[in-house]
């Protein structure tokens, strides 16, 4: 897809999140989600929900994005834009779920890490990890030094 030069980077995310949304595979619930993750070098990893007949084998949008992109080597990430609502529907701001969160936390720096939830590329809200995961749980809780 063409950018266009004066669309933002939260635009651009949001964009792809919304693209990425038109792949979800959620025959069960209905409910389509995309993700854009940036990372901190400036790539985008986009990714939609993956469900399964055994419901718990489930794979949400936001991890999809984290897993493709730390399986191609992403450690750093600085912002991710979400949006997700039942198909065919006007978009809600959707949150994050708790295991996508600690995913998060597990590479992000909950003070830095951006979360975007948008309704459409010029409607959204911006939060921190640390908003969404006030004392998280997080790789410095296992280290010996703290
Ligand atoms: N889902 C996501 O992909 N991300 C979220 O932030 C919330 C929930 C998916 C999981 C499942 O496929 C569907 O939405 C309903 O829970």
Redesign the pocket.
């Known amino acids: 897809m063409e950018k266009n030069n004066s669309e933002s980077r939260y635009e651009e995310l949001i964009r792809l999140a919304l693209k990425a949304r038109e792949l979800s595979y959620?025959p069960y619930?209905d409910?389509c989600?995309g993700a854009c993750l940036e990372t901190k070098s400036g790539k985008l990893f986009s990714g939609c929900?993956i469900?399964n007949a055994g419901y718990t084998a489930?794979n949400?949008?936001?991890r999809t994005a984290f897993f493709k992109a730390v399986s191609e080597g992403e450690r750093e990430f600085q912002k991710i834009a979400?949006v997700?609502g039942k198909a065919g529907r006007e978009l809600d701001y959707?949150?994050?779920?708790g295991v996508?969160l600690q995913v998060m936390e597990e590479f992000c720096n909950p003070k830095q890490f951006e979360i975007i939830l948008a309704k459409s590329e010029k409607e959204c809200q911006i939060y921190l990890l640390e908003d969404l995961l006030p004392m998280g749980f997080g790789p410095g809780n296992l280290t010996e030094d703290r």
């Open positions: 959620a619930s409910f989600v929900n469900e489930t949400c949008a936001e979400i997700g959707c949150a994050p779920c996508c």
